[in-house]
């Protein structure tokens, strides 16, 4: 049993689209990661999150502690954000990462 | 620009040869994290540093594996006798301090490592 699972696995978009990536997690936590892996690889924390909302650009993250569950949010979708998007936790007893494996998100003109 | 930086980018070695990779963090950043990424796997947890205090080595896959940090910066990361199952992208990361307010990571470019 994977403790984070996010999805979708993999999604299409049109570019303007709105788009949510879900991530549960099934472990109490002290924070929450979410991260972005372009094709080349090279990886960018995009937020980092205890509780609430945070929002940068046109990426909205939000937490629901009691519901052990994270969305992240693109608004007006473009193929730049074309990427893997990954839920990171780390565990509050005893500091261990979790990731989720990923979602991939492709944005079409 | 002083972002973390790794080296080497690549790695190619025999298995059975020990290789070191090494991380040099954002500087006055605390924290520094080792993570690999097999190929087509997601993201794996190694082990962290909290200045040169490793709390939890238990991420670690197998005693083959070894890392340290001196001085509060640079970290290597040792993998004695490889095995094939080692290739992957072995990426570091630092934060300011390990506190959940402070806790952006800035991950470096990636050694990616080929055991043949």
């Known amino acids: 049993k994977n403790e984070v699972e996010q999805s979708p696995q993999n999604l299409t978009a049109q570019e303007g689209e709105f788009i949510t990536i879900n991530c549960s997690y099934s472990?109490?936590?002290?924070?929450l990661h979410w991260l972005q892996q372009h094709p080349g690889g090279g990886i960018v924390s995009l937020f980092m999150l205890s509780s609430g909302k945070k929002k940068h650009g046109r990426l909205i993250a939000t937490i629901n502690i009691q519901e052990k569950h994270s969305s992240l949010h693109i608004t007006a979708s473009h193929p730049r954000d074309s990427a893997v998007y990954i839920c990171a936790v780390i565990r509050r007893i005893g500091n261990q990462f979790y990731f989720g494996t990923g979602t991939s998100l492709t944005v079409i003109p | 620009g002083a972002g973390v930086s790794q080296s080497p980018s690549n790695k190619v070695t025999e298995k059975g040869k020990d290789v070191e990779l090494r991380c040099d963090p954002i500087?006055?950043?605390?924290?520094l994290y080792w993570y690999r990424q097999s190929l087509g796997q997601g993201l794996e947890f190694l082990i962290y540093?909290?200045?040169?205090?490793?709390?939890?080595k238990s991420g670690l896959p197998s005693d083959r594996f070894s890392a340290e940090r001196t001085g509060g910066s640079v970290s290597t990361l040792t993998i004695q006798r490889t095995q094939q199952e080692d290739s992957a992208v072995y990426l570091c990361?630092?934060?300011?301090?390990?506190?959940?307010?402070?806790?952006?990571?800035?991950f470096g470019p990636g050694t990616r490592l080929t055991v043949l």
């Open positions: 540093f909290q200045g040169n205090s490793a709390p939890d």
């Open positions: 500087s006055g950043h605390t924290a």
């Open positions: 990361a630092s934060s300011l301090a390990w506190d959940r307010a402070y806790n952006e990571q800035f």
């Open positions: 472990v109490g936590i002290s924070a």
